[in-house]
Structure formats: C-alpha cells, structure tokens
C-alpha cells in the first residue's frame, strides 16, 4: 500500500510540475506564433491507456479534442489561459492548416530513418514532434489538391503515413496524452518568432522510401 501511495504522488507532483509548463507552451503558441490551438480531452484518471471521452475504443487517448470541439481552437490569449487556467493538465491540441502548419507523420521508427534520410539529402527540417508511437514533421499548409497531386506521383504510398492538414489535429509538447508524452524530437530554435517549416513535397519522398525500406506499410497507432 506505502509502495501504491508513493508512486501516485509521485505521478501527482510530475503532473503539478508540469502545469505552469502546459499553460506557457499554449501561450507561446497561440500568441506569439499565432498557432491556434485549444484543450485535448484528458486521459482517463482510472486508466492511463484509455481516454476520457465516451468512445470506449478511443484509438487517440487524450490526443484530440472533445469539448470544445475543434472549430473551437484560438490564437486569443484570454482563451487560452482561461482553458489551462480551468483545465491546467489539458493536452495542447494544434489545428492543423490554415495558417498554422500541417504535418506529416509515420510510426516512429521509419521516421528515424526518415529523418537520417534527410539531412543526407542536406534538405532543412523545421520541428518534429514525437509522440511514444509515431513521429510528426511539421510543414507548410497545404491543400487537399496539392497533396493529392503530390501522391498521385507516387507507385505506392505507404497506409501508415498520415498527413494532418485542414480541418486536423495534432498533440503539442510538453503533452501526456493516454499513450505517454508528447516531446520534439527536433525542437523550434529557442525566442524564434515562428518556427520554420519545409514545404510538404521536400519531406514526402524520403519519408515514403524510409517506410517502404523498413516494410512499414499497415496503419499503425
């Protein structure tokens, strides 16, 4: 029983700590790089791995909105720190497109190798948000037509590759989500106004070729 009653303190005092983080990073976002954001809906707190909407199967614990709902998402700071103030443990869910960016992301293996890939190509990378599962390139927005053109070029795209653009979301740092936390892998250039990011068509390629090499094809959470 001590042991149990350590360990949930402990995980309390890491959730403590990490609040003041959660409500500075929601705010740099949304009003210093006008990225709009708003509240992912909280892991179950009987059950780290299963998520605290309705949805029994959830495949995205924590890591997408619930209430409000995305339309919702705001680069108004009032708003912003009335949602950390009130739910100061709240995943920071970006709404991708528009005018903040979009992403591309794969299981997160293959994106190591992607990432590699990459810098020997010498092409420039903006951020990479990695989750415990899969990782995140960010990029420029883009269209439904642009992206469908890009992947009509293609003999094969991978199933697990997802694309995050108008009308998505996606988990931001410093996030717990159901499936643990949410880090960059590659983190925005520290007092950046607004973190660069590649156009989609510099990263799709040596994506797909690091999933096929690594046979990663099947959808993966």
């Given amino acids: 029983m001590r042991e149990i009653l350590g360990r949930r303190r402990r995980l309390l005092s890491r959730r403590r700590d ?3 983080e959660l409500i500075g990073a929601a705010e740099t976002f949304a009003t210093r ?33 619930f209430d409000p709902g995305l339309l919702a998402a705001t680069t ?49 990378l903006g951020p ?3 989750a415990p599962t899969r990782w995140s390139i960010l990029v420029k927005p883009y269209s439904m037509e642009q992206l469908g053109e890009l992947l009509y070029a293609k003999d094969f795209v991978p199933g697990s590759l997802r ?25 925005p250039l520290p007092g950046s106004a607004s973190p660069w990011v590649p156009d989609v068509e510099a990263v799709v390629d040596a994506v797909v070729e690091a999933l096929t090499r690594t046979g990663v094809s099947a959808p993966e959470m």
């Fill in 163 to 187: 694309f995050h653009g108008e009308g998505g979301y996606l988990a931001l740092p410093p996030s717990r989500t159901g499936q643990g936390e949410v880090r960059w892998e590659r983190a």
């Fill in 18 to 20: 990490s609040e003041p």
């Fill in 33 to 65: 790089w006008q990225w709009p954001v708003l509240p992912g809906v909280a892991a179950d707190p009987q059950g780290r791995s299963r998520c605290g909407c309705p949805d029994p199967e959830c495949t995205v614990p924590g890591a997408h909105p």
């Fill in 76 to 124: 108004d700071a009032r708003m912003v720190r009335w949602w950390w103030s009130n739910r100061p443990a709240a995943p920071i869910i970006l709404a991708t497109g528009g005018k903040a960016p979009c992403a591309v992301s794969l299981p997160a293996l293959p994106a190591a190798h992607a990432l590699d890939a990459l810098d020997r190509l010498g092409i420039r």
């Fill in 128 to 130: 990479v948000v990695a």
